[in-house]
């Protein structure tokens, strides 16, 4: 069997052959390899096996919560992971033989005996004896990238930890655990994806020039990059939401390829690209603020949106050896600290780091030196906007005491690592003299519709209130608000087998629901609605609507609010009532394609698409209700997110008029909003929280982009 290195080493005076005879011609040419892995019924058949009798897994420890690892796989099926494209075969790398990169017996048809002693990634750790026998000018530097090298990784954790405890950590939860994500390879960025994707090729073993965006990029940089920048959590960066660029438009190859050798980070390195380098003349005017800021402010301080921030993990192995991660739900934050780099701008907004003297408890204990380096890092957040709520008015930075990075801010036990990045309390900026006014949308919040946890528990038993549980029966069996009635959101609506799926059902049918013996409602009571932050509640408020009942409220922050405040669960069925017969008073709250299709052009309607970017762009698309990814035409994006802080708690009500203003969604006696989404739940929470701000001018569109582009393919 040859060994990796020695097999790279027959590809050089390989290529000088194949790279001047013609590709292989006919399959009785191609080794088993090739036979087999483009034989799409063939590997279909072999991989069905796999899928029914289970694939092989690593072992996973019981103690693993997944949240380390919340990347969605890819939508192949498992085939197509595997399923060598023939045109392959006639491009330059498709004439070296399979086995000079991958070893295996390229002679057996037999798939255990051909895959003995494969290696899946030629690249992974040996980059320079396969792809630099012809790119050596690349990977001669490459190897030591940040995407190739850990190396920035070991010497962060070299300074919080004893020599020996750094040397333990290397040896076992650095490469079971941290390197799935901090390791990569010339493969994963140029034929296949990232293992903690679900592997894989990318494109039928075709290699790209440019990584692909969506299933090379976004899985790896998922949090905290990538869901800001597509606008998972808020609106996305303006430059992928409105000039679709992608990572590769700002970070080239040469960045890519460049060695990292001697940084301690991404800003340590020459190649790393700068807001000025495509806008060159802003520090020259003619903004006031560019030229007065220049020096001391950080372009991202002002033009960046709150970002996710990672808040805490725990790495350690268990009883039985294997290697496990526990993290807290990342948080939407904003923190401006000083600049830790000795060149500069003195502010720079900072992110918190998800390691505290705990992390690596399970293997080496407490950190020795966990306060040699800070808790929190400089940040260049991909949440960018033009206009942002730091613009709009001076002073919602200056004066504003909670935006800034001080001792009072962080925990007591990290003062002294942060000493360097922290403001005192006399640094935050003073307030100024406004320099501009900000428009705002005519809002009239009804005051009893949006209720804080505090409230809830105040007033949970009165005789006039039913909360409603709009979860699924089990999360709601598993733990609920005391007293709370439950109706599953999926009632509302009608199934997936329905064309187009996901549609609302008719007043008369949700009227004999809300007043079944599941809720038994009736006009005069008061009725609360929660769910845990996936958007139910908003089909439950539209449905209300539907059948004309008046006393609709919603709790703010979902049931993470009520466990913040430490409120206890119940747990158990829900309550049954006595059934009513609701006097429906229906109302027409509801567009179709072709309503959309006579607006538009007409000036009478605004359509707001409340996905986040890339469904909109059509770069991601829900491929369980549509065939294609895409946005109906004239659309304007605004994720249903921007009007949330990181606990689901909707913006206060100047912010959010702020918000709406800023893509023309203000209330009209003459133009109407239509939302619109995937199906119509992302939509109907925008209704329900225009509806709050006192909107009268909205409607959803009930099949939103199921309906649409099954109509228009």
């Known amino acids: 069997m040859f ?20 590709a292989f011609s006919n399959s009785s040419e191609q080794n088993q390899c090739a036979l087999c892995h483009t034989n799409p019924d063939l590997i279909d058949e072999l991989t069905a096996d796999a899928i029914s009798f289970g694939e092989d897994k690593p072992d996973i420890s019981e103690l693993q919560m997944g949240n380390g690892y919340g990347v969605k796989q890819a939508p192949f099926d ?30 057996s048809s037999d798939p255990d005996t051909a895959h003995n002693g494969m290696v899946a990634d030629p690249s992974l750790n040996n980059s320079e004896e396969t792809c ?16 190739m090298n850990p190396a920035p990784l070991y010497k962060t954790l070299e300074k919080r930890c004893s020599k020996e405890q750094a040397d333990q950590l290397k040896n076992t939860i650095l490469e079971e655990n941290c390197l799935i994500c901090h390791q990569g390879s010339c493969g994963s960025c140029h034929v296949s994806r990232p293992n903690v994707s679900g592997g894989g090729l990318r494109s039928g073993h075709l290699f790209q020039k440019k990584p692909d965006f969506v ?26 939401r409105k000039y679709k660029m992608t990572c590769s438009s700002c970070h080239s190859g040469q960045e890519f390829h460049a060695s ?10 020459n190649q790393l690209p700068k807001c000025i380098d495509c806008h060159s003349t ?6 006031p603020e560019h030229v007065l800021h220049k020096d001391t402010v950080s372009c991202s301080v002002c033009h960046a949106a709150a970002y996710q921030n990672c808040n805490s993990c725990h790495l350690g192995t268990d009883e039985e050896g294997l290697a496990y991660s526990q993290s807290s739900p990342p948080t939407k934050d904003f923190k401006i600290g000083l600049n830790p780099e000795k060149e500069g701008p003195r502010y720079v907004l900072m992110r918190k780091i998800g390691v505290h003297r705990n992390t690596f408890s399970d293997t080496i204990g407490g950190m020795k030196r966990f306060s ?6 400089k940040a260049t957040p991909h949440t960018i906007q033009r206009r942002t709520w730091q613009t709009a008015d001076c002073n919602h930075c200056h004066g504003n005491k909670e935006l800034f990075l001080t001792q009072d801010s962080v925990s007591f036990d990290t003062v002294v690592a942060n000493r360097h990045v922290l403001l005192k309390n006399e640094q935050v900026p003073d307030k100024v003299q406004p320099r501009r006014s900000f428009i705002l949308s005519p809002i009239y919040p009804d005051s009893d519709m949006r209720v804080s946890a505090e409230w809830l528990k105040k007033h949970q038993k009165d005789k006039n209130l039913i909360i409603l549980d709009t979860r699924t029966k089990a999360q709601y069996e598993q733990g609920h608000i005391p007293g709370a009635y439950h109706l599953c959101f999926c009632l509302f609506r009608s199934g997936a087998d329905t064309t187009p799926p996901y549609m609302m059902q008719p007043p008369e049918q949700l009227a004999k629901i809300f007043g079944g013996k599941r809720l038994g409602l009736s006009p005069e009571k008061r009725i609360v609605l929660y769910d845990d932050g996936h958007s139910g509640r908003g089909i439950a408020f539209l449905a209300l609507q539907m059948i004309g009942h008046q006393k609709i409220s919603f709790l703010d922050g979902n049931m993470g609010a009520w466990n913040e405040n430490g409120y206890q669960l119940s747990k158990g069925k829900a309550p049954v009532a006595r059934v009513k017969k609701y006097p429906t008073q229906a109302q027409d709250l509801l567009v179709n394609n072709q309503e959309i ?10 359509i707001i698409d409340v996905r986040n970017a890339a469904q909109h762009n059509g770069d991601m698309y829900r491929d369980d209700i549509a065939k294609k990814g895409g946005a109906l035409p004239d659309s304007i994006n605004f994720p249903l997110h921007t009007l949330m802080d990181s606990n689901g708690k909707l913006y206060p009500k100047e912010r959010l008029s702020w918000l709406l203003s800023t893509v023309g969604m203000i209330p009209s006696p003459t133009k109407e909003i239509y939302a619109t989404c995937n199906t119509n739940m992302l939509a109907a929470e925008l209704y329900m929280v225009l509806t709050y701000l006192g909107y009268d001018n909205v409607k959803v569109h009930d099949g939103s982009w199921a309906e649409w582009s099954a109509e228009f393919e």
């Open 3 to 22: 060994s990796a290195k020695a097999a790279a080493l027959f590809i050089l005076p390989f290529l000088s052959i194949v790279l001047t005879t013609p």
């Open 78 to 107: 498992l085939y197509e992971k595997m399923l060598v494209d023939e045109a392959f075969l006639s491009t330059p790398h498709g004439q070296i033989p399979c086995q000079l990169c991958h070893l295996g017996n390229p002679e």
């Open 132 to 147: 630099g026998q012809c790119h050596g000018e690349l990977t001669i530097t490459a190897v030591n990238s940040l995407h």
């Open 215 to 240: 299933f090379q990029c976004l899985p790896c940089h998922t949090q905290p990059t990538g869901t800001d920048f597509i606008g998972k959590n808020g609106k996305g960066d303006v430059h992928y």
């Open 260 to 269: 990292a050798e001697g940084a301690d980070s991404r800003y340590h390195f």
């Open 282 to 287: 802003v520090l020259e005017g003619p903004v």
């Open 372 to 377: 040699a380096l800070p808790t929190y890092k």
């Open 597 to 606: 299709i006579k607006s538009m052009g007409s000036g009478q309607a605004i």
